[in-house]
């Protein structure tokens, strides 16, 4: 997930657990900076609940993780056969589904219109576009394909939501940023989902492996929908939790939903990334701080005080000289992966020990390729990061 500014809190167990994350993320890609989440906060949560922060540079960097392997699943799986990129009736073929996708789902929404935050322009897309897409872009291509699956389904059922909340909406109250569109992304810049041509250019040699696997991923994804009494859920996903659990909605954008509550996400520790330091001295941080508005006091010593957590981990609360701000805006204001971070005074300045990356509510990502990796289906990564859903076979 394109990191928004992101949340995540857990810490003891990672030193124990070095030696092990070692063995089991050899030689899979570093997760420096790449794409994770980049969908708006859920819509029926807050309008203003932070987004996800933009893509990685590249694959090999991207913010939602490595891949951790376990015997006979080396580099993401078997390697499928090569082929260029398919159509969507090829792509869109039956696919067997697990048992636990049992009941059917009739979309009111065929087609998803995306406002394009670069050109201007409003792409109208399949679903099943859509979900092709969306993986490629939160996703590397290189996590076990049911992980890509899960992805896959998060996604699309996101998506779904955000376009029948806005088109229930009348007109006058409507966004109007999206200038009639469904949700907002950047395609060219890899920011909630790219276009097999910005992937080619994205993937380089690398292209018909990863295209091939994503189009697996695919396949089932765009058949599938979370919903929560009949209706698609707001499908939040981030990179790495805090490592502990995931944290609910409720902590971060101040509304109750009953499927993003706290979810084991323990071997998160294990993830490449899932720690990150960042010091700021203080002349920056007094610049930052009351460019925000607030008023200092001569001391430095005085200008940061955690004094709220969640129990998963994340910062709630801060006071920042005469502020008080959530975790989340001083993350967003200092450029931190996530909101559960340790304070460290030291000689001119604050050290920031961060854990996890992503506001660490729904789906992780790095959570879901460690689960994959230990033999779970995408439907089961599913059902346990968001509790009490029921996922259906969508039909349009």
């Not at 009351?290 to 010593?301: I, Y």
């Amino acid at each position: 997930m394109k990191g928004d500014v992101l949340l995540l809190g857990a810490v003891g167990a990672a030193m124990v657990a070095v030696p092990a994350a070692a063995v089991l993320w050899a030689g899979q890609p570093l997760l420096e900076g790449l794409p994770a989440l980049t969908a708006s906060a859920p819509a029926s949560v807050s309008a203003a609940a932070p987004q996800e922060e933009p893509p990685a540079e590249s694959a090999e960097s991207r913010e939602s993780g490595g891949l951790i392997q376990d015997a006979g699943e080396a580099g993401g799986g078997e390697e499928p056969e090569s082929r260029p990129a398919q159509g969507e009736e090829e792509l869109f073929g039956e696919e067997a589904l697990p048992d636990t996708v049992r009941e059917v789902w009739q979309s009111p929404v065929s087609t998803l219109r995306i406002y394009d935050q670069s050109t201007g322009e409003i792409a109208e897309l399949s679903l099943e576009e859509y979900t092709l897409y969306a993986i490629a872009a939160e996703m590397p291509a290189d996590y076990h394909l049911e992980a890509l699956k899960a992805q896959g389904v998060a996604a699309l059922t996101y998506a779904l939501d955000q376009a029948i909340t806005q088109r229930s909406l009348p007109e006058e109250n409507r966004d109007p940023d999206l200038h009639g569109a469904d949700f907002a992304a950047d395609p060219g810049n890899r920011r909630v989902y790219m276009t097999e041509e910005t992937a080619r250019e994205f993937y380089g040699e690398q292209f018909d492996y990863s295209w091939s696997r994503i189009t697996q991923a695919a396949r089932a994804a765009c058949q599938c929908v979370a919903l929560w009494e009949g209706e698609p859920i707001a499908a939040a996903y981030h990179a790495i939790s805090a490592g502990d659990t995931t944290e609910r909605a409720s902590n971060i954008w101040g509304g109750e939903l009953p499927y993003l509550v706290e979810a084991d996400s323990s071997w998160d520790i294990l993830a490449p990334g899932y720690k990150s330091t960042v010091t700021v001295s203080d002349g920056e941080l007094q610049e930052i701080l009351t460019g925000a508005g607030a008023t200092l006091l001569p001391d430095p010593v005085t200008w940061l005080e955690v004094e709220e957590r969640s129990p998963a981990g994340y910062v709630t609360a801060v006071r920042a000289g005469s502020l008080t701000l959530h975790g989340n805006e001083l993350r967003n204001l200092l450029g931190l992966r996530s909101a559960a971070f340790e304070l460290e005074r030291v000689s001119g300045g604050y050290t920031f020990h961060v854990r996890g990356y992503g506001h660490g509510a729904g789906l992780s990502q790095a959570g879901a390729d460690y689960l994959a990796r230990q033999g779970w289906t995408f439907d089961e990564i599913l059902l346990h990061y968001y509790t009490g859903v029921t996922l259906a076979r969508m039909e349009k």
